[in-house]
């Protein structure tokens, strides 16, 4: 939460202007104070009224002819942290270049706090080395950066260049002012589907997308923990989580089981195959050598594995069913879990890919909870929340 922050939001003249509206609702719903400042430019893209009615005071434009002799430093003076979103290629180059040609600018310059920027552009402007050596002033001068993301840019262009959505620009807000319900909380969550080779070129796998596992990691960072993501899925997310990709079950095991002994909370969200190939083939399955006789050996599981450690963490399972999720309640109870998430995959709105799951929490003395279809990024708060009240009543 950001309740009683007080953030200045600079935005620059970039199609991407129209998303730091949604911005500055964020910020206003996570409980901050908001001031909005404006380039010239961005005047060009979305309405000073827009952001005035969402922010609750008119955005300031101008250096000179406002009501107070000084704006650039009554702003800078009042807020907490500015945000720049979007900074488009000549608001980064002043702010690399400490130039204070317009308000937007000679605030950055007056300002001593700290100071995040979500960079909009083409690519080529974005990839120019003219940019790329702005970027890394800034970055060496201490401001966070959020995206770029690839995808869909003005004009009809696509590639790397486009705002990150303004979720992940809240997320990277509340990471670099700390002091969220999870700071000095150390997380482990592990994501994906695991590969199990029966060749050089082929494996045996599951649908797992890693996007929920993914989600429970990104909101643990976005409330202040230190979080390590043990992935099979190289799904974007923040900076602030530390990743480690894994492909095997076998892999994950030793990666999670490294680490669980320094953590307070584990969160096991990955599709683990419960059996592998015993011996992959050193070299490509011929065809011609007609169907392979591939005997499955088991993997370790690695839930009970963490569940058997002497003062094991706060531990959440997923238990991905094809049918009803009550059908994972004996789970429950014989992984020796603090709760089990559990989820019919068959579902459309639930399960592997989607963006959206339906998730019912089951717990070890077989109570059940279902929970309504709700974004993965939703489930993973009210996640974080059930864990958070769980733990501090423990
Ligand atoms: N899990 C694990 N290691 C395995 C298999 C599963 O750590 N080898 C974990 C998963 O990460 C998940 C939980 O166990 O948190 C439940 O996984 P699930 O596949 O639903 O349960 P299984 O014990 O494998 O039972 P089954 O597949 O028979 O339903």
Known sequence: MLTGRRILLGVSGGVAAFKAAYLARRLVERGAEVRAIMTRSAREFIGAQTLAAI?????????????????????????????????????????????????????????VGPVVVAPAMHTEMWEQPATQRNLALLKADGVHTVGPVSGALAGGDEGPGRMSEPEE??????????????????????????????????????????????????????????????????????????????????????????????????????????FKPQDAAGSKLRRASGPPDVKLVPTPDILAGVASQDDRPFLVGFAAEAGPAEQAVGKAA???????????????????????????????????????????????ARLWDLIQGERASS
Request: without cysteine.
């Open 55 to 111: 922010t609750g005071s008119p955005p300031s434009e101008d250096l000179f002819g406002a009501d107070s002799v000084s704006p650039h430093t009554d702003l800078a003076g009042w807020s907490d942290l500015l945000v720049i979103a979007p900074a488009t290629a000549a608001t980064m180059a002043r702010l690399a270049n400490g130039l204070s040609d317009d308000l937007l600018s000679a605030t950055a310059l007056a300002f």
């Open 169 to 274: 620009i809240v997320d990277a807000i509340e990471i670099v002012l700390g002091g969220g319900a999870l700071s000095g909380t150390r997380v482990l969550v592990s994501a994906g589907g695991t590969r199990e080779p029966i060749d050089p070129v082929r494996y045996l796998g599951n649908r797992s997308s890693g996007k929920m596992g993914t989600a429970v990691a990104e909101e643990a960072a976005a409330r202040g923990a230190e979080v390590t993501l043990v992935t099979t899925a190289e799904l974007p997310v923040s900076d602030a989580v530390a990743v480690v990709v894994v492909e095997t079950a076998d892999e994950m095991a030793d990666a999670v089981w490294n680490r669980t002994g320094e953590v307070d909370v584990a969160v096991l969200a990955a599709a683990v195959a419960d």
């Open 334 to 380: 014989a992984k020796g879990v603090d709760f089990l998430v559990a989820n019919d995959v068959t579902l459309p709105d639930a399960g592997f890919g989607t963006d959206t799951n339906r998730v019912t929490i089951i717990r070890p003395t077989g109570d059940t909870d279902e929970w309504p279809v709700m974004s993965k990024r939703q489930v993973a």
